[in-house]
């Protein structure tokens, strides 16, 4: 079984930076996709940014060019760097894996809190 935990979420000021980790139990080494959604209060889940496990990126057309998705495969861990946040960016952000024969695991969430 599989589980996914994130780390490095909390407050921060608007235009700050902040790096939330995804550390992956178990064996992965089927899997096709991870990355990043989130949630806003009363706003549906999102996608942030994905990588594939030949290392293809994609992200939000909100977060381009602020927010960089990277993978460690040695650690099976997944990173989400956020810079120039903005109050918007306000939500519970969930590591998501997807595999390659179908099926989802997700993680248990982390609240980021950027502040104006």
């Known amino acids: 079984q599989v589980r996914l935990v994130e780390s490095g979420g909390g407050l921060v000021q608007a235009g700050g930076s902040m790096r939330l980790s995804c550390a992956a139990s178990?064996?992965?080494?089927?899997?096709?996709?991870m990355g990043w959604y989130r949630q806003a209060p009363g706003k549906q889940r999102e996608l942030v940014a994905t990588i594939t496990k030949g290392g293809s990126t994609n992200y939000a057309g909100s977060v381009k060019g602020r927010f960089t998705i990277s993978r460690d495969n040695a650690k099976d861990t997944v990173y989400l760097q956020m810079n120039s946040l903005k109050p918007e960016d306000t939500a519970v952000y969930f590591c998501y894996l997807q595999w390659i024969l179908g099926g989802e695991v997700w993680g248990q969430g982390t609240l980021v809190t950027a502040a104006s």
């Open positions: 178990g064996n992965i080494f089927s899997f096709a996709v």
